[in-house]
């Protein structure tokens, strides 16, 4: 496997940076991304997101689900805050989210894990009783953060600002792609709609292996068929690589 090919699965932008990123390690990048982001435009969405965008100030934590949230944020934040408000504690979920975030100039912290659930075993529970967050995503995120710092004694609002669409490929897509060695995928959803066309146009990539960025979605990959998934520990592109070494590593015994 010392040609390894690698489907990268990431929406755009990121894709082309990951693939970059791939090709830098000596390996082949083959885009297919498996979610497209919409920022959302339609007057009331706007209005909306504006409004919101001018009270972050208070908020005590503004949580960025993913690099996406971040990215398209950080144009809000340009626009409406010449200078960031003090007092309001930013995180990113993982680190791609949080060095999205601090190469736009927000002081992101990060908690030491990759998920949700990471993020919410770091966050103590004491510590959130009344406190106001913002949860920053995309429309129909995942309830689970939320729905948790609700339980702390939190007071939970949301700041939707794209959503996520499947995007349309047909059969000849599959079939000119190079041979695959192995898939990367970084989001439960990118997961579903990757499976629902391999059961479709390339049922045998089901046996390929498959990194995914969680627990929580590399249990999702089994239930879905995939013989050889194993967890990259996070979703930003050096858990992915470093994972990558290793079955490479692996492969070449």
């Known amino acids: 496997m010392q040609d390894c090919r690698i489907l990268i699965t990431r929406p755009e932008p990121e894709n082309t940076l990951t ?15 498996m979610l497209d982001i919409a920022p959302l435009e339609n007057a009331d969405q706007l209005a909306q997101i504006r409004s919101q965008v001018f009270d972050i100030d208070t908020f005590d934590y503004v949580i960025f689900v993913s690099k996406n949230a971040a990215r398209i944020a950080c144009k ?9 408000p003090i007092g309001v504690h930013w995180i990113g979920i993982g680190e791609g989210t949080t060095n999205t975030l601090r190469e736009e ?13 990471a993020l919410l075993d770091w966050l103590k529970p004491a510590k959130m009783t009344n406190q106001k967050i913002l949860i920053v995503r995309g429309q129909g995120g995942r309830p689970e953060l939320g729905l948790k710092l609700e339980e702390r004694g939190a007071k939970v609002s949301y700041l939707s600002l794209y959503e996520r669409k499947k995007p349309r490929y047909h059969a000849q897509t599959f079939f000119m792609l190079p041979d695959i060695n192995l898939i990367w995928v970084t989001s439960g959803e990118s997961l579903s709609n990757l499976s629902e066309y391999v059961t479709l146009h390339t049922p045998e990539w089901k046996t390929l292996p498959i990194l995914t960025p969680s627990i929580r979605v590399n249990q999702q990959a089994i239930e879905m068929g995939w013989i050889n998934a194993s967890c990259a520990q996070g979703a930003d592109d050096n858990s992915l690589i470093k994972a990558t070494e290793f079955h490479t590593g692996k492969q070449n015994d």
């Open 105 to 117: 100039g927000v002081p992101a912290l990060s908690n030491p894990g990759h998920t949700t659930e």
């Open 76 to 84: 809000w934040l340009d626009a409406c805050w010449p200078m960031l």
């Open 19 to 33: 693939c970059e990123r791939v090709r830098a390690h000596g390996w082949t990048a083959v885009s297919l991304p």
